[in-house]
């Protein structure tokens, strides 16, 4: 077959010539999409040196700040976390239920991670957030949503009451207490369940996805409704089984793509 394919181009020379222009044209277009790609990386590495410096001058350089919360670095945002957790909490002191307990953990940690984690343009979190509302999945009392409605976002959040520590009692008692606008809904995670809305900026869903019965079902649902999504859950505390010789920990190690 070969044989008569070179024969074929032997019989028309013009054929032979139009080919070798063909292979420098193709090998020409490889070279400056090579270019290209290396243009590209580079301006995206220049592109996060101007987001990392902004960072700074965002800490160093308050007015910043006053002009946009989408010019909030995550490490202001951060700051302002533990600014909002000692309000927060003197607000549940001065509340004080006697029919149940506030959630014992302290979910604005999260942005102790998201500091370390979050690069370039992802480090100004609320630059991502468009028109669209966030949601909060599995919020405990809801002190996220609550402290991203105090830096200008529209907030949701959705937990499943039967599963909640204090049967959502605590972020309706917040709700009232801080007057929020803050929209709580009582979904069945574990059933075939829709969000509240079709579209969000940002999806939060911390510590929920070990949880599920069908996280795959979960994920999907997110994937289609979110332009953004943060994470976090726990795969395996150990690669192998008890008795496996070189057993690893891996709960130290963090997996993230953001």
């Not at 909490?89 to 102790?112: Q, R």
């Amino acid at each position: 077959m070969k044989i008569k394919k070179y024969l074929k181009f032997w019989k028309y020379p013009r054929l032979v010539d139009e080919r070798e222009t063909l292979i420098e044209e193709r090998d020409s277009l490889k070279d400056h999409l090579k270019s290209l790609n290396q243009e590209k990386q580079e301006m995206i590495r220049e592109k996060n040196a101007l987001y990392e410096r902004l960072g700074q001058l965002s800490l160093t350089i308050p007015e910043l700040q006053e002009i946009s919360p989408k010019l909030l670095d995550i490490s202001v945002i951060k700051n302002k976390s533990r600014q909002f957790r000692v309000q927060l909490d003197a607000e549940k002191e001065k509340l004080a239920p006697d029919n149940f307990g506030w959630y014992p953990y302290n979910t604005l940690t999260c942005f102790e991670i998201l500091e370390l984690l979050l690069t370039g343009k992802n480090r100004f979190l609320l630059e991502l957030i468009s028109e669209k509302p966030i949601v909060d999945i599995g919020c405990a009392d809801g002190d996220l949503a609550f402290f991203l409605e105090s830096l200008g976002c529209k907030v949701q959040v959705v937990d499943y009451a039967p599963t909640n520590f204090n049967l959502m009692q605590g972020v309706k008692l917040l709700k009232t207490a801080l007057s929020s606008s803050v929209e709580i809904h009582d979904v069945n995670l574990d059933s075939q369940f829709l969000l509240p809305e079709k579209s969000y900026s940002l999806v939060i869903f911390l510590g929920i996805l070990y949880h599920l019965k069908n996280p795959y079902y979960a994920l999907e649902t997110l994937a289609k409704s979110a332009n953004y999504c943060l994470i976090s859950t726990r795969v395996t505390k150990f690669n192998a089984v008890s008795n496996a010789a070189n057993r690893v920990d891996l709960s130290p190690i963090q997996l993230r793509e953001f």
